[in-house]
């Protein structure tokens, strides 16, 4: 079983920046692709971005390129998802993803892909 730790989120305003973060204590993630997915309240659960743990290739959603990066830290086992210029759409509970194994640079985009799931962290962006 592996565990996923989100950190952060919280309330901001329209045009404010913030970070969440994923640890996965004690899992070699070196195979793997981690990101984050986001579900809007009354909404289904949608891609935001992953990226491949061995070749560091990262994937956005349309809404968040440009203003979203995701990144990761190898030696913490964490990755991060620096969120700037939010909008109130930005408003979702984020959840963080693992899938394990997989081919080289693989950066899967869809939930039904990822293995295992953190509990989710609340981002509000208020105009």
């Known amino acids: 079983q592996v565990q996923l730790v989100e950190y952060g989120g919280g309330s901001v305003q329209a045009g404010d920046s913030l970070m969440i973060s994923c640890a996965a204590p004690g899992r070699n993630i070196v195979r793997d692709a981690m990101g984050w997915f986001r579900q809007p309240p009354g909404k289904e659960i949608e891609f935001v971005s992953t990226?491949?743990?061995?070749?560091?290739?990262?994937v956005y959603a349309d809404s968040v390129k440009g203003r979203f990066t995701i990144s990761r830290d190898n030696a913490r086992n964490t990755i991060y998802l620096q969120m700037n210029g939010l909008k109130p759409e930005d408003t979702a509970v984020y959840y963080c993803?693992?899938?394990?194994?997989?081919?080289?640079?693989?950066?899967?985009?869809?939930?039904?892909?990822?293995?295992?799931w953190g509990s989710g962290t609340l981002v509000t962006v208020s105009s």
């Open positions: 993803a693992l899938t394990q194994g997989g081919t080289y640079g693989y950066t899967p985009t869809r939930a039904a892909d990822m293995d295992y």
């Open positions: 990226i491949n743990w061995s070749s560091g290739r990262t």
